[in-house]
Nanobody, 119 residues
Framework: QVQLVESGGGLVQAGGSLRLSCAAS????????MGWFRQAPGKEREFVAT????????YYPDSVKGRFTISRDNAKNTVYLQMNSLKAEDTAVYYC????????????WGQGTQVTVSS
C-alpha cells in the first residue's frame, strides 16, 4: 500500500519552467525507483524520467534530456521533476510512479497532474 501525492502542475507559457513534486507514503521499503510518465491527448503513455532509489542514478529519454531534471529527497520519500524550457509538446497529464518490481508494470501510480504549455 503506497500512496502518491502530486503537486505543481498548471499552466505555463512556452519557454517557462515548472516544478512537479511527488510524495510517497506507506510501505515504501520495497521501492526500487520512482519516476514520471506523461500522456498527451490521443497518445500513448511516455516515459519521462526515473531515479533509482538505491544509488540515485537517473534516466531520461531524448525528448526531455537537458531540459528536465529528476531529483529526490530521501528523508521524505519525495521526488521532483524540474521542467525548464517547456514546449507546447510537453503538454500532457504527468503521472508519478513508484516501482516495486523490476519493470514499471509493477508500480503504484499517482492521480496525475495536468501540465499545459501555451505557445
Amino acid at each position: 500500500q503506497v500512496q502518491l501525492v502530486e503537486s505543481g502542475g498548471g499552466l505555463v507559457q512556452a519557454g517557462g519552467s515548472l516544478r512537479l513534486s511527488c510524495a510517497a507514503s506507506g510501505r515504501t521499503f520495497s521501492n526500487y525507483a520512482m519516476g514520471w510518465f506523461r500522456q498527451a491527448p490521443g497518445k500513448e503513455r511516455e516515459f519521462v524520467a526515473t531515479i533509482n532509489w538505491s544509488d540515485g542514478n537517473t534516466y531520461y529519454p531524448d525528448s526531455v534530456k537537458g531540459r528536465f531534471t529528476i531529483s529526490r529527497d530521501n528523508a521524505k520519500n519525495t521526488v521532483y521533476l524540474q521542467m525548464n524550457s517547456l514546449k507546447a509538446e510537453d503538454t500532457a497529464v504527468y503521472y508519478c510512479a513508484a516501482r516495486y518490481g523490476t519493470t514499471w508494470n509493477r508500480a503504484y501510480w499517482g492521480q496525475g497532474t495536468q501540465v499545459t504549455v501555451s505557445s
